[in-house]
């Protein structure tokens, strides 16, 4: 594949050309709630099939639409979180279309007037930020799924997701490479996961997105046609989609032909898209509003109220911890981009040298969690515990490199480290004159190398020390160790 | 008591609380007089056994508290009622039974009332003949092969014919007003929002209300009080400040003043109902309430308006009737063709015209020209009511543009059909409340109706004005059971 990136740019290559990608997504997140959109039903993933159904979601005759006040506040929080404006008066509407699935034969959302307008959000790219524009979010409701493999001749309909309220967060097309989505879904993700308006979970379809993919000859103002590849649901399929769907943009033009505006699907096996159905073939959805909703209205107060539950959110948190820890902006995003790594480093660092923390909970810990694939608020060793542990080598109790035999044991049980080093004799040895007699036991059993150091092979005081080291069996103060050794060799 | 089914509800009441009558009496005298007049084709589904049952409950224990003491009721087949079918005059529910109570059907049992059945209409209460019910035309009590009226015929003819004390049924073009007005009954439109919509087949969200049909004012304003509730289930439902209806009513309107509006002179429109009119001016004026003349512009625009915004709204609200889940299925090749075969068989000729008239007017193209212009007429004829109600306090019309006209007269003719609606459909797209009442007839004797329309949220005024008027006119129906 002719692919080329460098300085994080992204252009797809041929003989004469080169092309730029234009991305563009719509976000599809789940609304973290225990209830749907517009129904009480329970919104448990993994259920029993149909035992999460209410009338309403199965639409019965007669059955009415009730919009659920948490959900709204949960799309205003997360059009906080994109910096975007909060309309105060938006509109649901029906978009008319028949499937089995759809109960209603319409879905509920929103067309002309969402709820949330433009907004942005920041990628931090390796070589600088870059602003990733918001076109709008809007609240919609999702249907239910047919089951095609189960039986030969039937389809099994699951109701379950019927009216689980769905986010649509459609961004504006200013993502230029595979690596940008990456960046941009994990940065969406990471602005949700700390509002708590939706768990990021792809795997239980909670974020999936349509991608809309154009290229242009680069240097070309006007944007190429565009196709829209629906619903992939992890950002390695986006990202192999993109480059794929891409390609086959540049090689149409390429051999001098039209590229059709058209729905694509990405077929993760074959790793290719394929047309699903051409602009002529689009269905006419009949948008029109919804009768059973009032336009929802919303109230200033209602909304700073919300604005007083905005929990510091990844780029003030950012700021903070390169302005009051001293932290690199590499180090900050590492810490801030998942809002539970953040909140178990603050918790360490309470009682703890923030140095120390942040190289072993991007070290250590992050090493033992990606081992034991874990999330961080799954971690085997507790702030508590790896706080102590960074009390113990700050207070010279114990080196770094016996810390390491200790955090290691730590990872059974979340033992308390201060138990480990009382029950097998970690505590460092401290004492001068302890240190002395082994130093001066190492200078007599090794008196050529102590001859050749003296005559000028200063590289030699590195095995001094390790003869010593290893004498206290690992134990010895190497900073102790080190100034007696030099006052011995050198005196 | 001679004829128990002759009384009227409050009557009813009266001899109940006083013990004069048992529920069980009274359900028994309705069920038997419903059982010998089957020709009619009123009851879509009964519930003769169970009212039978319920009523015998009451009589154990009576509880004389409540509105509606033991009362049997039978109601439009659009109300959901658990555990009886309810179909909505339509094959594509033939099956259907709710497991759900709508709300307006509860508040009337939680009064003490008691289902009496379902009573037939036109199908997705579209129609103004009761000539589109899957289960068959209904014939008006007033007369042989006369339509009672629709959508709510088999409400209306009910009422009529004494197989029912009162009736709800449901009005989104004029369906409660113009089959009260074919039968000499009184009928009753609630202000949008009023009435619960939860648990009602829904024909056009924006326009459906549900209302109460009665022998007489004073019956409605008590029904009305007992079925007028905010609800939260229903997004529309509006909370505010109900009248007691009953108690509060009363015949002195003096210095209201009620407005006659010119454009509702329709062409064409037959002498009867002008001098009809006339009788009610002159009856309001003897009321000591005065005439004030108004202009209403935007009336002619109402009717093609009501037929955009309904059918739009209908051909969504019908979607939901695809085979999958509940009623009618027809087994297809695939679910395209098993959609298709379902809606094909479920549905009647009009349901389907108007499904295809609501699908086109919301296609993309179409949608600015119709739906959206019709949206935008329709603000315009609301604020019509709006800038006449700053100078009076309601307003006399006809309520139909004649009386009950022959079965099969105008099943062939869909715009003749549809002006039935004309001097009703307004109301129904500016959201008022409007009660008809019979006030005389025409040269065949059929009754004809008056239409009072009131401010949103004052049922009060018109009820009153319309309690005033009926001691008046004292309109007596000429019912002559030629069905037995």
Known sequence: ?491 | MSDITKLSLNELIKNIRNKKLSSTEITNSFIERSEKSKKLNTYVTDNFSNALAAAKIFDEKPNMDLKLPGIPIAVKDLFCTNGVRTTAGSNILNNFIPPYESTVTQSMWDEGAILLGKLNCDEFAMGSSNETSFFGNVQNPIGENLVPGGSSGGSSAALAANLTPVTIGTDTGGSIRQPASFTGTVGLKPTYGSCSRYGIVAFASSLDQAGPMSQNVKDAALLLEVISKFDNKDSTSIDFKRNKYSSELTNNIKGLKIGIPNEYRVEGMPKEIEDLWKTGIEIIKDCGAEIVDISLPNTKYALPTYYIVAPAEASSNLARYDGVKYGFRSEGENLIDMYEKTRSEGFGEEVKRRILIGTYVLSSGYYDAYYLKAQKVRQLIKKDFDNVYNNVDAILTPSTPSSAFKIGEKTDDPVSMYLNDIFTVPVNLAGLPGISIPTGIDNKGFPLGLQIIGKPFDEQTILNIAYSMEEKINFKNDITDWWM
């Open chain 1, 1 to 491: 594949m002719d692919v080329m990136a460098k300085n994080n740019q992204f252009f797809i290559e041929r003989e004469q050309n080169k092309y730029e990608v234009v991305i563009g997504l719509e976000v599809h997140a789940q609304v973290t709630s225990d209830s749907k959109l517009f129904s009480s039903s329970p919104t448990k993933f993994g259920a029993e099939p149909n035992t999460q159904v209410s009338l309403v979601d199965a639409a019965f005759p007669g059955m009415l639409p009730v919009i659920n006040e948490f959900c709204i506040k949960q799309a205003i929080k997360t059009g906080i979180g994109l910096k975007a404006k909060i309309n105060k008066k938006s509109i649901f509407d029906r978009k008319n279309y028949f499937y089995a699935d759809l109960p209603q034969g319409y879905q509920i959302s929103q067309y002309k007037y969402p709820i949330i307008g433009e907004g942005k959000v920041i990628l931090d790219m390796a070589d600088g930020q870059k602003e990733i524009g918001i076109e709008r979010l809007h609240l919609e409701q999702d249907a239910g799924k047919s089951i095609h493999d189960i039986d030969p001749t039937n389809t099994f309909v699951d109701l379950n997701r019927s009216g689980v309220a769905l986010m649509e967060i459609v961004s504006k097309p200013d993502l230029r490479s595979p690596e940008e989505v990456n960046i941009y879904i994990k940065k969406l993700r990471s602005i949700m996961r700390y509002l708590g308006t939706c768990d990021g979970n792809m795997q239980e379809g909670s974020l999936r997105a349509d991608v809309n993919v154009s290229v242009r000859r680069q240097g070309d103002d006007n944007f190429g046609t565009r196709c829209e590849i629906k619903n992939v649901n992890s950002i390695k399929f986006m990202q192999m989609a993109i480059i794929y769907e891409a390609n086959r943009q540049v090689d149409l033009i390429e051999e001098g032909k039209n590229i059709d505006q058209e729905t694509r699907l990405f077929d993760t096996k074959k790793n290719e898209t394929r047309s699903m159905r051409s602009k002529e073939d689009a269905h006419d959805y009949r948008y029109f509003p919804d009768p059973d909703l009032l336009p929802l209205e919303i109230s200033d107060e209602f909304i700073s109220k919300i604005k007083d539950e905005i929990p510091e959110l990844p780029d003030e948190k950012k700021k903070r911890f390169i302005d009051k820890f001293n932290l690199s902006s590499y180090e900050a995003n590492i810490l801030v981009s998942d809002f539970d790594t953040s909140k178990y480093f603050e918790e360490v660092i309470k009682n703890s040298d923030v140095k120390l923390a942040t190289n072993w909970i991007t070290g250590e810990l992050f090493a033992v969690l990606n081992e034991k694939n874990l999330e961080i608020s799954k971690s085997p060793v507790s702030s508590n515990n790896l706080s102590k542990l960074i009390n113990l080598i700050k207070d010279g109790t114990i080196s770094g490199k016996i810390a390491k035999t200790i955090f290691e044991e730590m990872i059974d049980g979340d033992k308390d480290p201060q138990t480990i080093v009382d029950q097998k004799g970690l505590k460092q040895e401290s004492d001068p004159k302890a240190l002395e007699e082994l130093i001066n036991k190492v200078i007599k059993n090794n008196t050529s190398k102590v001859e050749e150091y003296k005559s000028g092979k200063d590289k030699l005081f590195g095995f001094f020390v390790g003869q010593v080291m290893k004498e206290s069996k690992g134990k010895g103060n190497p900073q102790l160790i080190n100034k007696i050794l030099k006052e011995k060799l050198n005196g």
